[in-house]
């Protein structure tokens, strides 16, 4: 659980104060709240503790708030974040299909988060694009038409990408490391 001292809590704690001095009154609490969860993706306790500090609310109530609406996202997303529309037009070209795609190929349910916070799931309402249905959001970036297979080449252009990104950081601590024996060689010959 994220603490006050945690570099990652400060720095969200921050952001979150930046959000609400321009805004006040508990009409604007929703508006307030899908302000701070666009920002960081997610509502943390501690940043609903500081609306409820700037708007003298009760922690209670704006909890209450954000729970009601089913919006809300109360842990982090992944680092891929899949929205998959179930809209009616979605829905009737078969977005469930797609929505159990994903959640078999990544081996979670929608609003989960894998355990390698790689990838999450979420369902969401119409996002407007109902022309190119069904449709998914893939780290908010419009994908249409989608379906299996679709997620398969999505899926193998990830893997393909993570391991060619592991190779560079496996290459480069190998040169770094080879590095440091060759400084430690001249300082041993120099002494
Ligand atoms: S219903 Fe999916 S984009 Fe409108």
């Known amino acids: 659980m994220s603490h006050i001292d945690d570099p990652d809590c400060e720095q969200e704690t921050k952001k979150v104060q930046d959000i609400i001095e321009n805004w006040d009154g508990e009409k604007n609490l929703i508006a307030i ?72 190929r ?35 970036e419009v994908h249409g038409r989608m379906d299996p297979t679709r997620v398969d080449g999505f899926l193998l252009r990830y893997n393909l990408a993570r391991e060619a990104q592991m190779k560079e950081e496996e290459t480069s601590n190998t040169g770094s490391k080879e590095e440091k024996k060759e400084m430690k060689h001249g300082e041993d010959d120099q002494g």
């Open 106 to 140: 990544l081996g979670i349910g929608e609003g989960e988060v894998s355990e390698d916070r790689e990838f999450s799931i979420e369902r969401v309402n119409c996002v407007g694009c109902c022309v190119m249905a069904p449709v998914v959001l893939i780290n908010k």
């Open 33 to 104: 709240l899908l302000a701070v969860q666009d920002e960081l993706g997610y509502l943390p306790r501690h940043g609903m503790i500081e609306v409820s500090r700037h708007l003298n609310a009760s922690e209670a109530s704006v909890y209450g708030v954000a729970t009601f609406y089913n919006q809300f996202r109360f842990i982090p997303p992944g680092k891929n974040h899949i929205e998959v529309c179930m809209g009616t037009a979605c829905h009737v070209k078969r977005g469930s299909i797609v929505l159990e795609s994903w959640e078999r």
